[in-house]
């Protein structure tokens, strides 16, 4: 995937999946498969402050 192609998959992920409704949960099932997809280690975060991953969490 090209760099602008991460990019916009990065802000899609941080986006708010506003009210909820089918279509949105669709759209947040579909993004938790593709995130799932990459295959990042289960130990990726692992010694990182709990203070820094919830400011990389949507809706933050």
């Known amino acids: ?3 602008g192609g991460w990019r ?5 992920l941080k986006e708010d999946p506003g009210s909820f ?3 949105t949960l ?3 099932i579909v993004k ?4 799932k997809a990459i295959g990042l280690p ?3 975060f692992e010694g990182v ?4 991953v ?3 969490r949507p809706g933050r």
């Open 1 to 3: 995937m090209a760099s």
């Open 8 to 12: 916009a998959f990065l802000q899609e």
């Open 21 to 23: 409704q089918l279509d």
């Open 26 to 28: 669709l759209a947040e």
């Open 32 to 35: 938790l498969e593709r995130v």
């Open 42 to 44: 289960a130990a990726l």
């Open 49 to 52: 402050s709990e203070k820094i």
């Open 54 to 56: 919830a400011g990389w």
